[in-house]
């Protein structure tokens, strides 16, 4: 893979309706979408999920932008390689930074799999020709909540995740049960809760939910394990699994029944195809996680999630749900509750020029 050059764009988008989480409330959406041209012109596409604050990991878009340009573009220049895996496998050389490297590592994806004339989710061995899609309920209201949870089964979405924390949880789960007693309800915790709140996780049993996402320290697979002892509802972890040597603790301690799986938090495909094949190997059900992302990001995921083991819908909303206008020619839409998976080459979209124009707040490109 012979490289010429590697744009930077940091781009800026208010989102429709702020996103709310006990962490952070999310407005306006910043991030960085990245192309690599080959000598032959063509261009794979990534982008970089870390938020503009490091409320949900350490990574921010600055930190992001950083690596990229000081550290990672140069030691993919280093020395010449075949296939995107070698730069995966290159990047270990670098503590930390998952989503920075992830962002160059899947647009490497995204240029190898145009350079096969192939869709990426063939390269890497999808065969669904639909994934199932599901959308996440932000925190809100108990009203406010089971007004939108209605509004995104009326579209058709098959899953729906809500965001909880402590002193508002079981009241919110009871009330969305008790409209939507059919419905798949996932917890989603990010990191609120301690050992000191079993009692609290355990009352959220009766309600018959897919599974309770990271309800203790963001770090932690110890606890977890502990915890998950004294469940009956599956735990799913997310951001307690960056690497497959995370994924291997956690299979050892019995940490989880589920599995989030997020191309950025992870560092791209090499790792997150590792840590697929794992939970595979290990009953672990996986399912892939959204960061609020702009359409490179969302072809992505539907890539990965064409995978016969991502049985759970995933993260995968309409680009509409959270974007006026995304900045890719075919926004990416869920019917029914699927969306159906690409069949261009590479990620199967292309940019909007115009519309990324628009957004962009700082472009660089590097000559290789």
């Known amino acids: 893979m012979k490289i010429k050059s590697v744009t930077l764009h940091i781009v800026s988008m208010p989102l429709k309706k702020p996103f709310v989480t006990h962490l952070q409330t999310v407005e306006k959406r910043e991030g960085i979408i990245l192309e690599v041209e080959d000598k032959d012109g063509l261009c794979g596409l990534g982008e970089g999920v870390a938020f503009s604050t490091p409320w949900y990991t350490e990574e921010t878009v600055k930190t992001s932008y950083h690596m990229l340009k000081d550290v990672l573009i140069p030691l993919m220049n280093s ?39 192939l869709p990426l989710w063939d390269v890497i061995g999808g065969t669904r020709e639909e994934v199932l899609a599901g959308a996440v309920v932000g925190a809100g209201s108990v009203q406010e909540m089971v007004k939108e949870a209605g509004d995104l089964m009326q579209e058709g979405y098959q899953r729906i995740k809500l965001k909880i924390s402590p002193g508002a949880d079981v009241g919110i789960v009871k009330e969305l049960r008790a409209h939507f007693p059919s419905l798949s309800l996932l917890a989603d915790a990010n990191s609120a809760y301690t050992l000191e709140d079993k009692a609290q996780l355990q009352a959220l049993d009766e309600f018959d939910l897919e599974m309770i996402e990271q309800p203790l320290g963001i770090d932690d697979i110890v606890e977890h394990s502990l915890l998950q002892e004294e469940l009956t509802t599956p735990i799913c972890l997310d951001e307690s699994i960056v690497t497959p040597h995370d994924m291997r603790s956690a299979i050892h301690l019995k940490s989880c029944g ?73 926004p990416i839409v869920v019917r029914n509750g699927v969306a159906s998976r690409l069949e261009g080459s590479g990620i199967g979209v292309e940019l909007n020029r115009t519309r990324l124009s628009a957004v962009t707040d700082y472009k660089e490109t590097f000559s290789l």
Not at 91 to 101: D, H, I, L, T
Not at 299 to 304: G, R
Request: proline letters at 3%.
């Open 79 to 117: 020395k010449p390689f075949q296939h995107p895996e070698e730069i995966g496998k290159r990047f270990e050389a670098v503590r930390g930074n998952s989503m920075a490297k992830a962002a160059l590592e899947m647009a490497l994806w995204d240029l190898y799999a145009r350079q096969q004339h």
């Open 258 to 330: 589920v599995v989030n799986i997020k191309l950025g938090r992870v560092g791209g495909y090499t790792s997150a195809l590792e840590i697929y094949r794992l939970c595979q190997n290990n009953d672990i059900k996986v399912w892939c996680g959204g960061m609020i992302e702009f359409g490179v990001s969302r072809a992505h995921n539907l890539a990965i999630a064409t995978l016969e083991g991502f049985s759970i819908p995933g993260d995968i909303s309409s680009s509409s749900k959270y974007w006026e206008e995304d900045i890719i020619t075919s």
